[in-house]
């Protein structure tokens, strides 16, 4: 120990001392605690507590010293030394001397009231120690706390907090000490006056008598067994007098929360006689604290409030009827508060104040109830809302007497009619838990469960909420309540004799429509499960049970629901489902057929219920035929028409739902039509179209198929009836009595008239086939004809269109089943021309043409034939009326329903005339369509053309005379730019139509298949893609296909017709034309010999013309096939060409480019020019200047666009070597050339560097030397080398990139040859490149040609002296790299090479270090492959003159310094090793300091060093440590490895210590703040391991006086390292 150790050891007593230097360093770090970096005061307090849990008594008895005697100590530094002292004792309780844990008491204890008034941190600091050694010495600090109660005066605030707080964490220690503490305690609170402190002792009288509840709810496990709550009634009761009496009416909010939170603890300790006494007062008063405190504060309150009530409860305590009204006014206030769901303490008071109304339910059910009820009649939704929670809270907690449940049934019945849905919710909620709790079985239950099926029947809001948050839409209150009737129908089970049969009666009432499906679902499961368990009540009494639908009444309304299955969120399963169970029910015959039936229509419904093809009329067909084989099963007229008349009567439940009209009135006709009853008939007929919806076109449609269905049996009573319709229902003059009934408007007459005309049709069509064809002028027509003029109303037209169709269906042979002719066929169609002729020229809005174009398509196929005016007539005006629309998004469907049928129409028409020249002419109406600008014609059209080919092609005879195929070839021609159309639909219709054309051909020809035209669907299939290389690929195979099936005498008028496609509206249609061209010219491009200069000549003008980059390339390759013979004429003009290149002459360069063999002669003819030609000319004598030449940078650039072309790689691969040597001179040869000056001449401002670099870019590219491309352009190469001032850096990266190349290895030999006459030549630049390439060449063992090394060496050692500072630097690399080719080779060089790299290392002229740091790199790397024998007599030399560059500021030299160190190690295992060994021990200390440096080379560099010295260590273990942990890559958890090295260390070299220790703090100076850091902890792990007999044999002061230094170190990383450094040396 030091002098001053001594010294401060007699100030501060020696009783805990070690005498050792752990002593002043546990000093040194608590002075330290005032540190002005908090990071370091956080490390320092770390460090004290790390050795206080190894030693506590002495780092707590000399905080505890330090703080005595330093009674002026900053109060920062004082606060962290009391949290240290916390968490040493947390740690060593258990252990710690008794003393000092007396000491330490009453030192917090001072430090804590030290000062009179209340200073947070430093108080509270002292009072968690007195918690933290509570567990242990409670005893001790109680009675030092109350020493504290002087009398007369009031105790420190800190003090009573204390109390509390031990009270709160030891129970079972305070609890029986809490008598005295009250004596002590109580006396005080009259004499508090601050509201802080009436505030603490409130909160530690809170603590008191929670922990006396704890303790006596856990009796079983507390020390003394006899206490129990009576011990304190009085003390408890006298506390609360007080707060309750005086402290409970101060202003101040904080204080009064905090007696409320006390009150409500003490309420449940105090005797039953004071809670009785102090009932009403206390309840009104904490009841009046939520006036009083803000709603975050209400928490608390409540808690009390509830714990209050619970006292009552618990001691049996009645409350008055109007505190009890004034509790839950308040309490019911709280409920209905809007709850913060964000917030903890709104959602946690919302719940107490529940839990309130649970408690208080026992003690006054009464009147809680009539509370409650009457507050649902109260308007405002929240209080509805917030009583029917409560209400649904105390049900479920079964919190009220079953006698009192029928009072809160008939309490809710207020609420039925409700009109909130929020409320209604909450309703839900309530009445579905009642039946969980059998409250449904009473008396009114049937009316709540009427309330749950309305919601059911809830349509969706119109308006969408403005808050979807907070409002409850129809919609989500519907689904709830759905799912409330199928949750109390499956899982209650007492709820079936409620449901049973009762549902039934809320299925057919409309008011219960949209809950139909919902009602049947529960019904159904009901009926199914009574029918399974063969229950008596499962069959029903209609008799008794008056108030269910009699049968007819429930199957008319089921079959209606049925009808529309998808209704109602899928209605349709549970409507049938139900009927299935209730078969027998509704009729016993039905019984087996529904049995058979009905589950198929099931299983149909399930199977198409996600998908969106539904087809309603198929289904509506299904139903349909289920009532009629229901009706044949019942086979009792007067039962049909009792069914009849039910469902007529239930026509007006239908009045504002269109759909379920429509198919009511279908399943009425179908009645009629299945009854004799002629009455009957007549009677519904005028019901029927009496009650119908003119307006609505749905209801029209039903009556009218009703009406059709009816007259398949009673044809003449219908018509008898449609005949009366004009007289009765269409004057408008009313002829009511007195003319008191309305008139009919002009527009309820065309209404009428609308139902009327529709009627006949679908009479026509539904009409006994042997009775219409006499009826159908006479009594159909002869009222249908004067209705067509002049109609201006569109729903009268459309009706008029459907009753043609349908008479036009009914008339046609095949469903007469014999010939007809139709004299009136034409002017039906002349009708429907002109209701064409009057639509909208640009816009559909309504469906008139698409019926209009039904119908002609239907009269077209009657007798007689169509004549050929009235033909043409009708394709124009069709074609114009669909092709002009205009694609808007809302008439979508009705353009394509109109197209189809126009498309129809058009097929129909070739049927009837059936000839090749009837097919032309519907093809001249469309051709002119086939060239629109406008998308929407072009598609439209070609999708007409489509439609009559392949109607033709099916329909066309083989052999027949008048063979059209010889006019096919300009159809195709016409048709080929649409393959390549923009729009995916044309291009697959243009296709379509070439290959039904070739079909029709084939046909003609009688020939049965032609593979090529059959792999034409795969053309269709590919060209709907939207991906360009595959439209790409399709119009080269289509054209390839023509190539071959164009006819010859078709070929050229073809050819030219194609041409014309080349300025086609569509770019992309005229680049596919330019692809077809070039597929027809490559393979019958012999044939048009004599055409080949006029298709030149307009193939050149095309290019000027088009301005698409695509289309031009496609226009060059069809020149390039037709140029092929003509290359000396081609290349004669491209030579001639100004810099830079246009466009053309950049594709006429790249069309060349494609042929091989032209490619091979032009790349020979340039690199032989290059060869002699001069790079550049020198101007000016003082400081010359390079100017480049023209003719090097034409062919540079001629070059560049040559291997732009993929083609160009065969020719570039064979010709490697030549190319790869000629590129990299010309780029070493630009190197600081400049651009030509002359303006005149055809290289003005061209770059001669970027068109080499560019050029040897695009070779690279094209020999796809990526990798190379990539390191190159990662580090920046190219343009490194475009500046003089890294244009030297830029050769390294670019020649070590270049010999990556996979094609170089082959050609080495022969690039070396090429490029070694240069390295001795005039061009410095060119030295410069080829030095760097060899130097790499070298490094790559000559890329396998290990021969070729004798010659590059002697070529690197010749130019060591050449004046260019670069090239010996490359030429000393190359020397280095030496290494890599072996000891064949390098033996023979060894001497040479070594003395020309050590002198490399003493290079005086290179500032930049470069030529040393290759020097000392190079010695690393033959050093590796020397014998031993050739570097004994050096080796020690080497380590001692490298160890200076350990600590170089150059991180580079320190990085090499260190590798070239541990490539000695090799060295290590021979007669060199103890001289070696010595070495290693004096180096290892700067190894291991470096190891956690910044830079990440050194890092690795010392990683590598280890692992190579760690064999020589004679340790397997540390060996093992360098090996496994030092990886390169890998994060070294730096003072976790240092600390297992340093035992290591310590055991196998022992004699070392002292050289280890000394080494490490020399590092204390180190100028690299972290190498200092280093230092320190290596010093604290190494000391810190250090077995106590080796501890002697080193300076400790000096070393912990180092230390101490350090901790006042300017780095804050230093200091915290020493302070961490420190906490290892506790045995010191």
Same mark, same amino acid.
């Given at each position: 120990?030091?002098?001053?150790?001594?010294?401060?050891l007699?100030?501060?007593?020696?009783?805990?001392?070690?005498?050792?230097?752990?002593?002043?360093?546990?000093?040194?770090?608590?002075?330290?605690?005032?540190?002005?970096?908090?990071?370091?005061?956080?490390?320092?307090?770390?460090?004290?507590?790390?050795?206080?849990?190894?030693?506590?008594?002495?780092?707590?008895?000399?905080?505890?010293?330090?703080?005595?005697?330093?009674?002026?100590?900053?109060?920062?530094?004082?606060?962290?030394?009391?949290?240290?002292?916390?968490?040493i004792?947390?740690e060593?309780?258990?252990?710690?001397?008794?003393?000092?844990?007396?000491?330490?008491?009453?030192?917090?204890?001072?430090?804590?009231?030290?000062?009179?008034?209340?200073?947070?941190?430093?108080?509270?600091?002292?009072?968690?120690?007195?918690?933290?050694?509570?567990?242990?010495?409670?005893?001790?600090?109680?009675?030092?706390?109350?020493?504290?109660?002087?009398?007369?005066?009031?105790?420190?605030?800190?003090v009573?907090?204390?109390?509390?707080?031990?009270?709160?964490?030891?129970?079972?220690?305070?609890?029986?000490?809490?008598?005295?503490?009250?004596?002590?305690?109580?006396?005080?609170?009259?004499?508090?006056?601050?509201?802080?402190?009436?505030?603490?002792?409130?909160?530690?009288?809170?603590?008191?008598?929670?922990s006396?509840?704890?303790?006596?709810?856990?009796?079983?496990?507390?020390?003394?067994?006899?206490?129990?709550?009576?011990?304190?009634?009085?003390?408890?009761?006298?506390?609360?007098?007080?707060?309750?009496?005086?402290?409970?009416?101060?202003?101040?909010?904080?204080?009064?929360?905090?007696?409320?939170?006390?009150?409500?603890?003490?309420?449940?300790?105090?005797?039953?006689?004071?809670?009785?006494?102090?009932s009403?007062?206390?309840?009104?008063?904490?009841?009046?604290?939520?006036?009083?405190?803000?709603?975050?504060?209400?928490?608390?309150?409540?808690?009390?409030?509830?714990?209050?009530?619970a006292?009552?409860?618990?001691?049996?305590?009645?409350?008055?009827?109007?505190?009890?009204?004034?509790?839950?006014?308040?309490?019911?206030?709280?409920?209905?508060?809007?709850?913060?769901?964000?917030?903890?303490?709104?959602?946690?008071?919302?719940?107490?104040v529940?839990?309130?109304?649970?408690?208080?339910?026992?003690?006054?059910?009464?009147?809680?109830?009539?509370?409650?009820?009457?507050?649902?009649?109260?308007?405002?939704?929240?209080?509805?809302?917030?009583?029917?929670?409560?209400?649904?809270?105390?049900?479920?907690?079964?919190?009220?007497?079953?006698?009192k449940?029928?009072?809160?049934?008939?309490?809710?019945?207020?609420?039925?009619?409700?009109?909130?849905?929020?409320v209604?919710?909450?309703?839900?909620?309530?009445?579905?838990?009642?039946?969980?709790?059998?409250?449904?079985?009473?008396?009114?239950?049937?009316?709540?469960?009427?309330?749950?099926?309305?919601?059911?029947?809830?349509?969706?809001?119109?308006?969408?909420?403005v808050?979807?948050?907070?409002?409850?839409?129809?919609?989500?209150?519907?689904t709830?309540c759905?799912?409330?009737?199928?949750?109390?129908?499956?899982?209650?089970?007492?709820?079936?004799?409620?449901?049973?049969?009762?549902?039934?009666?809320?299925?057919?009432?409309m008011?219960?429509?949209?809950?139909?499906?919902?009602?049947?679902?529960?019904?159904?499961?009901?009926?199914?499960?009574?029918?399974?368990?063969?229950?008596?009540?499962?069959?029903?009494?209609?008799?008794?049970?008056?108030?269910?639908?009699?049968?007819?009444?429930?199957?008319?309304?089921?079959?209606?629901?049925?009808?529309?299955?998808?209704?109602?969120?899928?209605?349709?399963?549970?409507?049938?489902?139900?009927?299935?169970?209730?078969?027998?029910?509704?009729?016993?015959?039905?019984?087996?057929?529904?049995?058979?039936?009905?589950?198929?229509?099931?299983?149909?419904?399930?199977?198409?219920?996600?998908?969106?093809?539904?087809?309603?009329?198929?289904?509506?067909?299904?139903?349909?035929?289920?009532?009629?084989?229901?009706?044949?099963?019942?086979?009792?007229?007067?039962?049909?028409?009792?069914l009849?008349?039910?469902?007529?009567?239930?026509?007006?439940?239908?009045?504002?739902?269109?759909?379920?009209?429509?198919?009511?009135?279908k399943?009425?006709?179908?009645?009629?039509?299945?009854?004799?009853?002629?009455?009957?008939?007549?009677?519904?007929?005028?019901?029927?179209?009496?009650?119908?919806?003119?307006?609505?076109?749905?209801?029209?449609?039903?009556?009218?198929?009703?009406?059709g269905?009816?007259?398949?049996?009673?044809?003449?009573?219908?018509?008898?009836?449609?005949?009366?319709?004009?007289?009765?229902?269409?004057?408008?003059?009313?002829?009511?009595?007195?003319?008191?009934?309305?008139?009919?408007?002009?527009?309820?007459?065309?209404r009428?008239?609308?139902?009327?005309?529709?009627?006949?049709?679908?009479?026509?069509?539904?009409?006994?086939?042997?009775?219409?064809?006499?009826?159908?002028?006479?009594?159909i027509?002869?009222?249908?004809?004067?209705?067509?003029?002049?109609?201006?109303?569109?729903?009268?037209?459309?009706?008029?269109?459907?009753?043609?169709?349908?008479?036009?269906?009914?008339?046609?042979?095949?469903?007469?089943?014999?010939?007809?002719?139709?004299?009136?066929?034409d002017?039906?169609?002349?009708?429907?021309?002109?209701?064409?002729?009057?639509?909208?020229?640009?816009?559909?809005?309504?469906?008139?043409?698409?019926?209009?174009?039904?119908a002609?398509?239907?009269?077209?196929?009657?007798?007689?034939?169509?004549?050929?005016?009235?033909?043409?007539?009708?394709?124009?005006?069709?074609?114009?009326?669909?092709?002009?629309?205009?694609?808007?998004?809302?008439?979508?469907?009705?353009?394509?329903?109109?197209?189809?049928?126009?498309?129809?129409?058009?097929?129909?028409?070739?049927?009837?005339?059936?000839?090749?020249?009837?097919?032309?002419?519907?093809?001249?109406?469309?051709?002119?369509?086939?060239?629109?600008?406008?998308?929407?014609?072009?598609d439209?059209?070609?999708?007409?053309?489509?439609?009559i080919?392949?109607?033709?092609?099916?329909?066309?005879?083989?052999?027949?005379?008048?063979?059209?195929?010889?006019?096919?070839?300009?159809?195709i021609?016409?048709?080929?730019?649409?393959?390549?159309?923009?729009?995916?639909?044309?291009?697959?219709?243009?296709?379509?139509?070439?290959?039904?054309?070739?079909?029709?051909?084939?046909?003609?020809k009688?020939?049965?298949?032609?593979?090529?035209?059959?792999?034409?669907?795969?053309?269709?299939?590919?060209?709907?893609?939207?991906?360009?290389?595959?439209?790409?690929?399709?119009?080269?195979?289509?054209?390839?296909?023509?190539?071959?099936?164009?006819?010859?005498?078709?070929?050229?008028?073809?050819?030219?017709?194609?041409?014309?496609?080349?300025?086609?509206?569509?770019?992309?249609?005229a680049?596919?034309?330019?692809?077809?061209?070039?597929?027809?010219?490559?393979?019958?491009?012999?044939?048009?010999?004599?055409?080949?200069?006029?298709?030149?000549?307009?193939?050149?003008?095309?290019?000027e013309?088009?301005n698409d980059?695509?289309?031009?390339?496609?226009?060059?390759?069809? !020149?390039? $096939? #037709?140029? /092929?013979?003509?290359?000396?004429?081609?290349?004669?003009?491209?030579? =001639?060409? @100004?810099?830079?290149? +246009?466009?053309?002459?950049?594709?006429?360069?790249?069309?060349?480019?494609?042929?091989?063999?032209?490619?091979?002669?032009?790349?020979?003819?340039?690199?032989?020019?290059?060869?002699?030609?001069?790079?550049?000319?020198?101007?000016?004598?003082?400081?010359?200047?390079?100017?480049?030449?023209?003719?090097?940078i034409?062919?540079?650039?001629?070059?560049?666009?040559?291997?732009?072309?993929?083609?160009?790689?065969?020719?570039?691969?064979?010709?490697?070597?030549?190319?790869?040597?000629?590129?990299?001179?010309?780029?070493?040869?630009?190197?600081?050339?400049?651009?030509?000056?002359?303006?005149?001449?055809?290289?003005f401002g061209?770059?001669?560097?970027?068109?080499?670099?560019?050029?040897?870019?695009?070779?690279?590219?094209?020999?796809?030397? !990526?990798? $190379? #491309?990539? /390191?190159?352009?990662?580090?920046?190469?190219?343009?490194?080398?475009? =500046?003089? @001032?890294?244009?030297? +850096?830029?050769?390294?990266?670019?020649?070590?990139?270049?010999?990556?190349?996979i094609?170089?290895?082959?050609?080495?030999?022969?690039?070396?040859?090429?490029l070694m006459?240069?390295?001795n030549?005039?061009?410095?630049?060119?030295?410069?490149?080829?030095?760097?390439?060899?130097a790499?060449?070298?490094?790559?063992?000559?890329?396998?040609?290990?021969?070729?090394?004798?010659?590059?060496?002697?070529?690197?050692?010749?130019?060591?002296?050449?004046?260019?500072?670069?090239?010996?630097?490359?030429?000393?690399?190359?020397?280095?790299?030496?290494?890599?080719?072996?000891?064949?080779?390098?033996n023979?060089?060894?001497?040479?090479?070594?003395?020309?790299?050590?002198?490399?290392?003493?290079?005086?002229?290179?500032?930049?270090?470069?030529?040393?740091?290759?020097?000392?790199?190079?010695?690393?790397?033959?050093?590796?492959?020397?014998?031993?024998?050739?570097?004994?007599?050096?080796?020690?030399?080497?380590?001692?003159?490298?160890?200076?560059?350990?600590?170089?500021?150059?991180?580079?030299?320190?990085?090499?310094?260190?590798?070239?160190?541990?490539?000695?190690?090799?060295?290590?295992?021979?007669?060199s090793?103890?001289?070696?060994?010595?070495q290693?021990?004096?180096?290892?200390?700067?190894?291991?300091?470096?190891?956690?440096e910044?830079?990440?080379?050194?890092?690795?560099?010392?990683?590598?060093?280890?692992?190579?010295?760690g064999?020589?260590?004679?340790?397997?273990?540390?060996?093992?440590?360098?090996?496994?942990?030092?990886?390169?890559?890998?994060?070294l958890?730096?003072?976790?490895?240092?600390?297992?090295?340093?035992?290591?260390?310590?055991?196998?070299?022992?004699?070392?210590?002292?050289?280890?220790?000394?080494?490490?703090?020399?590092?204390?100076?180190?100028?690299?703040?972290?190498?200092?850091?280093?230092?320190?902890?290596?010093?604290?792990?190494?000391?810190?391991?250090?077995?106590?007999?080796?501890?002697?044999?080193?300076?400790?002061?000096?070393?912990?006086?180092a230390?101490?230094?350090?901790?006042?170190?300017?780095?804050?990383?230093?200091?915290?390292?020493?302070?961490?450094?420190?906490?290892?040396?506790?045995?010191?």
């Amino acid at each position: 120990m030091s002098t001053g150790g001594k010294q401060w050891l007699s100030e501060y007593g020696s009783e805990y001392s070690t005498r050792g230097q752990i002593d002043e360093l546990v000093l040194a770090l608590i002075e330290s605690c005032a540190d002005k970096s908090e990071s370091v005061r956080t490390v320092v307090a770390n460090s004290l507590t790390s050795i206080g849990k190894k030693k506590p008594a002495l780092v707590l008895n000399f905080c505890k010293v330090f703080l005595e005697k330093r009674t002026k100590l900053d109060r920062g530094h004082r606060v962290l030394l009391l949290v240290v002292i916390k968490r040493i004792v947390t740690e060593t309780i258990d252990t710690l001397p008794s003393q000092v844990g007396f000491d330490l008491v009453r030192l917090a204890s001072s430090e804590m009231t030290a000062s009179k008034e209340v200073i947070i941190d430093w108080q509270t600091a002292a009072s968690e120690i007195l918690v933290a050694l509570g567990g242990r010495f409670d005893k001790e600090i109680i009675a030092n706390l109350l020493d504290k109660f002087g009398a007369g005066t009031i105790p420190h605030y800190f003090v009573v907090q204390t109390l509390g707080n031990l009270a709160s964490k030891n129970a079972y220690c305070v609890v029986p000490h809490l008598k005295d503490a009250f004596g002590r305690l109580l006396p005080m609170l009259g004499m508090a006056k601050s509201d802080n402190m009436k505030y603490i002792f409130a909160y530690a009288i809170n603590r008191f008598c929670d922990s006396i509840s704890e303790y006596v709810a856990n009796i079983d496990k507390a020390p003394d067994k006899k206490i129990s709550s009576s011990l304190f009634f009085g003390e408890v009761s006298a506390g609360y007098d007080v707060l309750f009496g005086v402290w409970l009416q101060s202003k101040d909010s904080r204080l009064r929360s905090a007696v409320a939170e006390a009150i409500g603890q003490m309420a449940l300790i105090l005797p039953k006689d004071k809670v009785e006494e102090q009932s009403t007062r206390l309840i009104s008063a904490i009841v009046a604290l939520y006036r009083k405190h803000n709603p975050n504060d209400h928490l608390l309150i409540t808690e009390c409030l509830c714990n209050i009530l619970a006292a009552h409860l618990q001691t049996g305590c009645q409350i008055t009827d109007s505190l009890a009204d004034n509790v839950m006014a308040t309490l019911h206030n709280q409920a209905c508060t809007l709850t913060d769901f964000n917030s903890a303490s709104s959602v946690k008071n919302h719940n107490e104040v529940l839990r309130c109304f649970a408690v208080i339910g026992p003690i006054t059910s009464n009147r809680l109830i009539q509370f409650l009820l009457n507050k649902l009649d109260n308007p405002n939704e929240k209080i509805r809302v917030g009583t029917l929670n409560i209400l649904k809270h105390i049900i479920n907690a079964s919190g009220i007497p079953q006698d009192k449940m029928p009072l809160i049934i008939s309490g809710l019945k207020i609420l039925l009619n409700e009109a909130n849905n929020k409320v209604k919710q909450t309703l839900a909620q309530v009445i579905s838990a009642m039946a969980h709790h059998e409250y449904l079985d009473l008396e009114g239950g049937q009316l709540l469960i009427e309330f749950i099926v309305r919601q059911c029947a809830l349509l969706d809001s119109l308006q969408k909420p403005v808050k979807p948050d907070s409002e409850v839409s129809n919609l989500s209150l519907r689904t709830m309540c759905g799912n409330v009737l199928q949750l109390i129908t499956t899982t209650v089970p007492h709820m079936e004799r409620v449901l049973w049969p009762t549902l039934l009666e809320f299925i057919v009432p409309m008011k219960y429509n949209t809950a139909a499906g919902v009602v049947c679902r529960s019904a159904a499961f009901l009926a199914e499960k009574k029918q399974s368990d063969n229950a008596c009540d499962y069959c029903l009494d209609y008799t008794t049970q008056v108030n269910l639908p009699k049968p007819v009444t429930l199957l008319a309304r089921l079959l209606v629901l049925a009808g529309l299955p998808k209704r109602a969120n899928g209605q349709g399963l549970h409507v049938l489902n139900f009927m299935l169970t209730m078969s027998s029910n509704i009729n016993e015959a039905f019984t087996d057929m529904w049995d058979n039936v009905l589950p198929r229509m099931i299983a149909y419904l399930e199977d198409n219920t996600t998908g969106d093809e539904w087809n309603q009329k198929a289904w509506e067909d299904l139903v349909l035929k289920l009532l009629t084989k229901s009706l044949e099963e019942v086979e009792d007229d007067n039962w049909t028409c009792e069914l009849g008349g039910e469902m007529s009567s239930h026509i007006a439940m239908y009045e504002t739902l269109p759909e379920e009209k429509n198919f009511l009135y279908k399943c009425i006709g179908v009645i009629l039509r299945k009854t004799t009853n002629k009455a009957f008939v007549e009677k519904q007929l005028n019901v029927m179209f009496t009650t119908v919806n003119h307006s609505n076109q749905t209801e029209r449609e039903g009556c009218a198929m009703g009406m059709g269905f009816a007259s398949y049996a009673h044809l003449d009573a219908v018509l008898h009836k449609l005949e009366d319709v004009p007289k009765r229902e269409m004057v408008r003059k009313s002829t009511g009595f007195m003319g008191f009934m309305k008139d009919k408007t002009e527009a309820d007459v065309e209404r009428i008239k609308s139902t009327l005309i529709l009627c006949y049709g679908y009479v026509t069509y539904y009409s006994p086939v042997s009775l219409i064809t006499s009826r159908i002028e006479l009594n159909i027509l002869r009222v249908i004809n004067p209705q067509f003029g002049n109609v201006k109303d569109a729903t009268v037209k459309q009706n008029l269109i459907r009753a043609v169709i349908l008479i036009g269906h009914a008339m046609h042979k095949d469903h007469l089943k014999s010939n007809f002719t139709f004299n009136k066929r034409d002017d039906l169609i002349t009708h429907m021309l002109n209701y064409i002729k009057a639509e909208h020229g640009t816009a559909v809005s309504t469906e008139t043409r698409s019926l209009a174009m039904d119908a002609c398509a239907t009269l077209v196929k009657l007798e007689p034939n169509l004549d050929e005016n009235l033909t043409g007539t009708l394709v124009k005006i069709c074609a114009k009326s669909i092709y002009c629309v205009n694609a808007a998004e809302p008439g979508r469907e009705l353009i394509e329903k109109t197209l189809k049928s126009f498309n129809l129409l058009l097929c129909e028409i070739l049927e009837n005339k059936n000839s090749a020249k009837d097919f032309f002419v519907l093809y001249d109406h469309l051709e002119s369509w086939l060239y629109s600008n406008q998308d929407r014609e072009r598609d439209r059209s070609l999708q007409s053309l489509t439609a009559i080919l392949e109607w033709y092609l099916e329909h066309i005879q083989s052999g027949k005379k008048d063979d059209p195929s010889g006019k096919f070839g300009a159809v195709i021609a016409r048709l080929a730019p649409r393959v390549s159309d923009p729009l995916a639909s044309i291009r697959e219709s243009a296709i379509s139509c070439t290959q039904l054309i070739f079909l029709i051909e084939m046909q003609y020809k009688a020939i049965d298949a032609d593979e090529l035209i059959e792999a034409m669907d795969l053309l269709i299939e590919r060209c709907k893609k939207e991906e360009a290389t595959v439209i790409t690929s399709v119009v080269n195979d289509y054209g390839k296909v023509l190539a071959k099936k164009i006819r010859e005498e078709e070929l050229v008028e073809f050819i030219y017709l194609l041409l014309d496609g080349l300025v086609d509206h569509q770019p992309q249609s005229a680049l596919g034309t330019t692809a077809i061209i070039n597929a027809v010219l490559q393979a019958r491009a012999g044939s048009l010999r004599e055409e080949v200069p006029q298709l030149i000549q307009r193939l050149h003008e095309k290019l000027e013309k088009v301005n698409d980059d695509k289309c031009t390339k496609g226009i060059l390759k069809s !020149f390039r $096939v #037709l140029a /092929s013979y003509h290359l000396l004429p081609v290349l004669d003009v491209l030579l =001639d060409f @100004k810099l830079p290149y +246009d466009r053309y002459v950049i594709g006429f360069w790249k069309t060349l480019a494609e042929e091989e063999e032209m490619l091979g002669n032009v790349c020979s003819y340039f690199m032989d020019v290059l060869k002699k030609s001069f790079p550049f000319q020198e101007q000016g004598r003082k400081e010359p200047v390079r100017i480049a030449t023209e003719q090097p940078i034409s062919i540079t650039c001629g070059f560049n666009e040559l291997f732009k072309v993929s083609t160009a790689a065969s020719i570039a691969k064979q010709n490697y070597a030549q190319l790869f040597s000629a590129l990299l001179l010309r780029v070493g040869t630009c190197i600081k050339v400049q651009q030509v000056k002359e303006k005149s001449s055809k290289a003005f401002g061209i770059n001669p560097m970027g068109t080499a670099v560019e050029a040897f870019r695009t070779f690279l590219t094209l020999t796809e030397e !990526f990798e $190379v #491309l990539d /390191s190159i352009e990662s580090s920046n190469g190219w343009n490194k080398i475009r =500046d003089e @001032k890294t244009c030297s +850096d830029a050769v390294d990266i670019i020649t070590s990139a270049l010999c990556q190349s996979i094609l170089l290895k082959p050609s080495i030999i022969k690039v070396i040859a090429y490029l070694m006459p240069s390295l001795n030549g005039p061009y410095d630049n060119q030295r410069l490149v080829i030095a760097a390439f060899f130097a790499e060449i070298i490094n790559q063992r000559c890329l396998g040609e290990l021969g070729q090394a004798d010659i590059l060496i002697n070529c690197l050692l010749s130019r060591l002296v050449d004046d260019n500072l670069k090239v010996r630097m490359f030429c000393v690399r190359g020397l280095g790299n030496v290494a890599s080719v072996g000891r064949e080779h390098f033996n023979a060089y060894s001497t040479t090479v070594l003395s020309a790299l050590m002198s490399g290392i003493d290079e005086k002229d290179d500032s930049d270090c470069d030529i040393t740091l290759e020097a000392m790199s190079g010695l690393s790397r033959i050093i590796a492959e020397l014998d031993e024998t050739h570097v004994r007599s050096i080796l020690i030399n080497i380590s001692l003159k490298i160890r200076p560059c350990f600590e170089k500021k150059e991180e580079k030299v320190r990085a090499s310094a260190f590798m070239l160190f541990g490539n000695l190690s090799k060295f290590g295992d021979g007669p060199s090793k103890v001289p070696f060994l010595e070495q290693i021990q004096a180096n290892i200390v700067s190894l291991l300091l470096h190891l956690n440096e910044n830079d990440p080379n050194v890092v690795k560099a010392c990683k590598f060093t280890l692992r190579s010295i760690g064999p020589l260590l004679n340790s397997s273990e540390i060996d093992a440590m360098f090996q496994n942990y030092l990886l390169d890559d890998a994060a070294l958890y730096y003072g976790e490895f240092l600390n297992n090295l340093t035992r290591l260390l310590i055991s196998e070299y022992k004699e070392k210590t002292s050289l280890y220790v000394t080494g490490t703090t020399r590092f204390f100076k180190s100028e690299w703040e972290e190498i200092r850091a280093n230092a320190a902890i290596l010093i604290g792990y190494y000391l810190g391991n250090l077995p106590s007999e080796l501890r002697e044999t080193i300076s400790k002061e000096h070393v912990c006086n180092a230390l101490k230094m350090l901790l006042k170190d300017s780095s804050s990383l230093v200091r915290s390292e020493s302070a961490t450094a420190m906490s290892l040396l506790h045995e010191y």
